[in-house]
């Protein structure tokens, strides 16, 4: 058994391995995005449909001493350093590579790795050499050439429709390097085989002068084939066990389906993929029919866990509380506003009539909130954000956000969107090249219209929410003073009210935000208060009231005053203030009175702070 790396050959129709990559390089996702994206999807589209779920696991290992030694030895990664002199000095693709095949020998170096694994899947059966089928998944993964067979299979909703999955775990490897172990159900398809390995390279292409032999880049580590086309093929059942091992992995159990991806000298963080998990596919997380069915677990190198929490970000939770509003039976309670998105569209069968692309909700914003993807719609597909779009409201106007859900009952509709997506499903693309060669200029009139929808849609929700913000600002004051007025009457019939602070005593800083914990939404005042230093007096003391009031919902201008957690340097707890309640503070020259005031709300609500220091009778 000859196993070792084979470098391809270069010539007529072969191109180079780091070009394969091109379709990938035009993305705004960031590597471990693409990486989370990818990953999870191929496993979700894989899970066996036994009632068990799916597990899914990105463990980082950071390999030393005889742990490396064992692992470059296994993989022979020596052969790769062997060519890196061929290759091109300023060649991007490969820097990072360089510096890690000069410190192979140099075992005080680490090699950081990540072990991507599902359980309950799959795995990669079928023909090793052929992709004529769905069924084919170890050859439509790992040594396909952008070809799949999912959408023509398929339904439209599997995202992995170009073949390029390959590519972005190359892209997460700075050796460009992956290695496939995979254990799947015996198949009359899959031969005597079961369990399958191989590794594979995506290297900047060189040419050997003393051979003058030019080469792509791709190599594959396997056993000989004896077949042109795949000179490598995969060690196979106790053998890829065995080796596996040798590496310093453990073995798949007899049943436990599924594959293992290992990325070696990878630089991405738990903590970031994690991140990228929740920001992406909060859709799915959060769905009551597919959560209980998944189990995400992120451990880094040093057995620190990232566990999954979308809805403690409150980047995310607005995003949340509209999606929660396009859902039936959710809540009878008014959080977003939703509207079906109807269009007047040609079909493939040339009929033209009113189709449903997806559902549209709308959120309002605080207008202090400064998230990442604030006056963004959520393109979801099947429990994944395809994009943040940001051309649907007016950037000028209130701020808002949105989620839009393609439909699952037209399924023509569903497809044609799914084509409008390039090979990154990062976009959803009017023009693509593969939605004009599929559909011609039927999907591209459909998708034009729907986004033009989504636009006229939320920028009528914008609208709604400026004449509220006009109506508020015209009497916000005038309100204000009507609310805080009686709070500074006399606490005693006849007697006058005591005098206000000279204006110039005190200094008062504040600034409100919107903040979520524990699935909650909160607005927060935080505030700042110290006497002048042209005082003479050395120490003051005031009644502070706050007052934190609804001016509008997401139907009607209303009056609600809600209660108040105050959170001050005096107090060792929170307290409670009800709407009317004062706190007595006392304030010393040279020192700052800091402190936080926090009212439970929901998103849409318009939020205004009132805070005003009057001097006590003790101070007078």
């Known amino acids: 058994m000859n196993l070792d790396w084979h470098f391809l050959l270069g010539g007529s129709g072969r191109i180079s391995a780091a070009s394969m990559a091109d379709p990938l390089k035009n993305t705004h996702l960031k590597p471990e995005e693409l990486l989370v994206r990818e990953a999870l999807q191929n496993s979700i589209d894989e899970t ?111 995202l992995g429709s170009y073949g390029f999955g390959k590519m972005v775990f190359a892209l997460s490897s700075n050796l460009r390097t992956m290695v496939y172990y995979s254990h799947f159900p015996q198949a009359e398809r899959s031969g005597d085989a079961n369990r399958r390995l191989l590794a594979t390279s995506f290297l900047p292409n060189f040419f050997d002068e003393a051979k003058e032999l030019e080469y792509t880049g791709q190599a594959y580590f396997g056993i000989d084939s004896d077949q042109d086309n795949n000179p490598k093929k995969p060690l196979v059942n106790g053998a890829a066990d065995s ?132 006056n963004c719609i959520a393109l979801i597909r099947d429990n994944l954000v395809i994009e943040y779009w940001d051309r649907a409201f007016r950037e000028e106007g209130h701020a ?89 009457k006399p606490r005693k019939k006849g007697k006058p009210p005591p005098p206000q602070p000279d204006p110039r005593a005190i200094s008062l800083q504040k600034k409100s935000r919107t903040l979520s914990e524990a699935g909650k939404t909160f607005s927060e005042l935080s505030f700042e208060i110290a006497l002048i230093d042209e005082i003479e007096t050395q120490q003051m003391e005031f009644e502070m009231t706050i007052a934190c009031a609804v001016l509008a919902d997401d139907v009607k201008r209303t009056d609600k005053r809600l209660k108040v957690f105050l959170d001050t340097e005096a107090h060792h707890t929170p307290i409670i203030l009800e709407p009317g309640q004062s706190q007595t503070i006392i304030l010393t020259k040279g020192e700052k009175f800091t402190g936080t005031a926090k009212s439970e709300i929901y998103p849409e609500w318009v939020i205004s702070w009132g805070l005003k220091i009057d001097k006590s009778e003790a101070s007078e």
Not at 136 to 149: A, C, G, H, P, Y
Not at 348 to 360: E, Y
């Open 243 to 374: 080796f596996f091992e040798k590496l310093g992995f453990s073995k798949r159990t007899q049943g436990d389906f599924g594959t293992t991806v290992i990325v070696p000298d990878c630089d991405f963080k738990i903590s970031d993929l994690g991140k990228a998990i929740e920001k992406w596919w909060w859709p799915l997380l959060i769905d009551g029919e597919f959560k209980d069915k998944l189990e995400i677990e992120l451990i880094e190198d040093d057995g620190t866990r990232y566990e999954i929490n979308p809805e403690q970000r409150e980047d995310l939770h607005p995003f949340i509380m509209a999606s929660n509003n396009c859902k039936e039976n959710f809540s009878k309670i008014k959080k977003a506003d939703t509207k079906k998105i109807n269009i007047n569209a040609t079909g493939t069968d040339g009929r033209r009539s009113v189709r449903h692309p997806g559902m549209l909700s709308s959120l309002r914003l605080n207008k202090s909130s400064e998230i990442e993807h604030k």
């Open 48 to 158: 066996i449909t036994n009632g068990t779920g799916l597990t899914f696991k990105i463990q980082a290992r950071r390999l030393s001493g005889q742990a490396k030694a064992k692992f470059v030895e296994g993989l022979q990664l020596r052969q790769l350093q062997q060519n890196a002199s061929l290759f091109e000095s300023n060649n991007n693709w490969f820097r990072k590579g360089h510096e890690c095949l000069e410190n192979l020998d140099d075992l005080n170096k680490p090699i950081r790795i990540l072990e991507i694994s599902d359980h309950n899947a799959n795995g990669l059966g079928g023909k090793w050499n052929l992709g004529q089928s769905i069924q084919d998944r170890f050859f439509n993964l790992v040594l396909s050439i952008t070809k799949t067979k999912k959408q023509e299979e398929s339904s439209a909703s599997q």
């Open 400 to 488: 808002a956000v949105a989620v839009f859900y393609t439909t699952d009952k037209d399924k023509e509709a569903k497809k044609i969107i799914t084509f409008a997506e390039p090979p990154a499903h990062d976009k959803i693309n009017e023009n693509h090249t593969r939605l004009t060669e599929q559909f011609g200029n039927v999907g591209s009139d459909f998708v034009r219209l729907t986004k033009g929808q989504i636009s006229e849609k939320c920028r009528d929700f914008q609208t709604g929410l400026d004449k509220i913000e006009s109506n508020k600002d015209s009497d916000a004051l005038s309100f204000l003073d009507d609310m805080l007025g009686p709070l500074i």
